[in-house]
């Protein structure tokens, strides 16, 4: 028997499992999410919603679901509140339930008077018991241990989040500014072909000097070391490590015991890459072919240092596991190619017999790609300490992507906690009206709860490892995210809820234990309560200027701004806000069609947004002249964010140079160069970053930016 697209049966067990049956759009237009659909997100998750068989057999089964364990797979609770907890158990069985905290000591609940009638599970009674967790536990990692005499023992995660991040809490009393920058758009006389950790820190330190707090960069995450190379920064192939191509290889121990047959090579190697940047292209696949075999080249002189060979062994002590399956990735990626999907059958899982046979046989190598995250570890720390040292109150900000590449590193690596036959994306929206789908797979919500949540607090820690602060892209999918059937378009998709009590509270918990501020980019297609919770639990949101309007349909002034939120002028799916002036943004949709009215229509549209932003700037005082020229009104802009009540701002490193390109076009693929687009001037000249710094324009929008 077939399903019919009305089918309530359906549509009743899509909600069970967190899947969105409707939604409203961003012209506020009711959505209804088709049965095919549904039926595909559902088996995304391993259920069968095939037949009305099928959904009925499913409906029991999330049902019964909760029933059949002992514990739930994962306990949440937050400081401060007691928790009840439920614990199954044969009928009548008692139970002993215990607290074990991270230190090793432990506490005892307290049970709840409170009487669940008991349930028929596979012919047998299950019954529940009710216990509080005391709220005065402390913030971490902990375990839940319940024994049932005669049965056995279970165990759960407990995790106990902050009520609140307060690392952010001194910005209430002095809001601050700080760059946004593509770091590897900031090419330096000294860096290969890409901006590195070093030009990191000298953006840090030259903003520091005006008065700057932070500088936040693009997605730092690896993509797969084989050519062509990955160029956009939010298709990793892992998030827990690092793009080796940040590397400032001059500055890697090693070069005084090469001989000289090594050093003439490395020479050679390091101009043909410094050529690189008098390219107009960011050429990931050139950089990294040259820097690979420099690198090599470095790798064995370095470690002849006892010492140093005693620290990375303690590196990759630290690392553990996680690494070596990373660097295996890498080896094997090399001879095989990036798709792991593709390699022999045996080693498609990091644990079979001949992935380890492998590795064996492949030592040095694999050495090699566990080095490489050590040396870019110990420049990002680095680059971390001489932005602390010259004076910023946070440093460098990471951005964490909102996913993965389908057949790369992690997704090989922890093939448990992603859903397959789906990707991510987003709904239709005011600038990308055709929706986006960004090709990767999701977290599975279900599974990510079996597993402690491991990989999610993993993947922070690493982010998180040498950063002042993070930037979670699309902060949404913490909450809900739109999840496309493969073969299927972007806009015919569904949101899968995921506990944000879960997710938003490790993120909080491990940001604290970091000393790191949290901001989430909360742009698109919001529910109201997202802002209310990332507010309530200390996490900013992202504002930007061309999109925040007021009820009568005036630019938003800066007194109504936000308070919890980073506001900028312009985002990196926006051009920089010279172009966006010139309409850049609207020329590039028109030419690769994607735009769903017309172009005439679309750019007075524009025209009229920013006529009334240049109204506004008039009426506070910063536009005075008639007819300003183009650095004057990108000037005023930062002028006017810098007055507002958010207590973050964050300046385009491309609004200092003047640039007018976007370094990315939402909804393509080849057809844009996104992420590949170099730092240019306002006459489209190519900027080096000490270039750049020297500009007059760059020292007016940092003047304009600092906040009182």
Request: aromatic share 6%; charged share 25%; proline share 7%.
């Amino acid at each position: 028997m077939t399903i019919s697209p009305t089918s309530e049966s359906l549509a009743e067990l899509a909600r069970r499992n967190g899947v969105g049956t409707e939604y409203w759009d961003w012209t506020g237009t009711h959505v209804e999410v088709p049965a095919s659909t549904l039926v595909a997100v559902l088996a995304a998750l391993d259920i069968d919603a095939s037949d009305d068989e099928a959904v009925a057999r499913a409906l029991v089964e999330t049902d019964e679901r909760a029933w059949r364990r002992v514990l739930p797979p994962t306990v949440v609770a937050r400081a401060g509140r007691p928790l009840a907890v439920p614990v199954h158990v044969p009928h009548g069985s008692p139970v002993d339930l215990a607290i074990v905290l991270e230190d090793g000591t432990t506490r005892e609940p307290s049970q709840l008077d409170r009487w669940i009638d008991p349930r028929e599970i596979d012919g047998a009674l299950v019954g529940r018991a009710t216990f509080e967790l005391p709220g005065d536990l402390p913030t971490g990692w902990h375990r839940l241990r319940a024994e049932i005499p005669g049965v056995g023992t279970s165990e759960a995660v407990l995790v106990v989040t902050p009520e609140r991040l307060t690392t952010a809490t001194w910005l209430d009393e002095q809001p601050v500014w700080g760059l946004v920058a593509q770091a590897y758009q900031a090419r330096s006389a000294d860096s290969w072909g890409i901006g590195d950790a070093a030009d990191i820190a000298t953006l840090a330190e030259w903003s520091a000097a005006r008065g700057a707090a932070f500088v936040l960069v693009n997605p730092l995450h690896a993509p797969a070391p084989v050519l062509p190379v990955e160029p956009s920064p939010y298709l990793p192939t892992t998030r827990r490590f690092v793009d080796p191509s940040m590397i400032r290889v001059d500055e890697v121990p090693g070069r005084s015991a090469l001989d000289e047959t090594a050093i003439a090579r490395l020479d050679e190697l390091g101009r043909a890459a410094r050529a690189l940047d008098l390219v107009d292209d960011i050429d990931r696949t050139a950089v990294w072919s040259v820097k690979r075999e420099a690198l090599a080249l470095l790798f064995g002189a370095d470690l002849v240092d006892p010492e140093r060979t005693r620290a990375f062994g303690a590196f990759c002590e630290a690392e553990g596991e996680a690494l070596v399956d990373f660097a295996t990735y890498c080896a094997l990626a090399e001879e095989h190619g990036r798709d792991w999907g593709a390699w022999p059958t045996g080693l498609h899982h990091p644990a079979a017999e001949a992935v380890a046979r492998y590795r064996d046989d492949n030592a040095d190598r694999v050495d090699f790609f566990r080095w490489l995250q050590w040396i870019v570890a110990e420049q990002l720390t680095r680059a971390q300490q001489r932005a602390r040292d010259a004076g910023m109150g946070i440093g460098v900000v990471h951005d964490l992507a909102v996913g993965v590449h389908p057949v790369g590193a992690d997704a090989w690596a922890l093939p448990d906690s992603l859903a397959r036959g789906v990707t991510v994306g987003a709904p239709p929206d005011q600038f990308n009206q055709m929706g986006q789908n960004w090709s990767q797979p999701p977290w599975r919500p279900d599974r990510l709860a079996e597993l402690g949540y491991a990989p999610y607090r993993d993947m922070l820690r690493a982010v998180l490892r040498h950063a002042g602060g993070v930037r979670i892209d699309h902060i949404l999918g913490l909450f809900r995210l739109w999840w496309i059937p493969e073969a299927s378009t972007a806009d015919t998709g569904a949101y899968v809820r995921y506990d944000d009590e879960a997710l938003i509270g490790i993120l909080a918990l491990e940001a604290e234990r970091a000393g790191a501020v949290v901001i989430g980019e909360d742009l698109g297609v919001v529910e109201e309560r997202t802002r209310h919770v990332m507010a309530e639990r200390g996490i900013d949101g992202t504002s930007i200027l061309w999109f925040e309007w007021d009820a009568d349909g005036r630019p938003l002034a800066p007194e109504e701004y936000r308070h919890d939120c980073l506001a900028s002028v312009t985002t990196h799916d926006l051009p920089p806000t010279a172009g966006y002036l010139a309409l850049e943004h609207v020329d590039i949709r028109e030419r690769l069609g994607l735009l769903t009215r017309d172009p005439a229509e679309e750019r007075a549209h524009e025209r009229g947004v920013i006529a009334a932003v240049e109204a506004r700037l008039r009426e506070r005082g910063l536009l005075t002249t008639a007819d300003p020229g183009v650095e004057d009104v990108v000037e005023a802009m930062h002028r006017y964010l810098a007055s507002s009540r958010a207590r973050l701002m964050g300046v385009s490193l491309a609004d200092l140079a003047g640039d007018r390109r976007s370094v990315n076009q939402p909804g393509t693929y080849l057809e844009y160069p996104n992420w590949r687009v170099p730092l240019s001037g306002p006459d489209g000249g190519l900027l080096l970053l000490e270039e750049l710094l020297r500009a007059p324009l760059a020292e007016r929008i940092a003047a304009a930016s600092v906040r009182h």
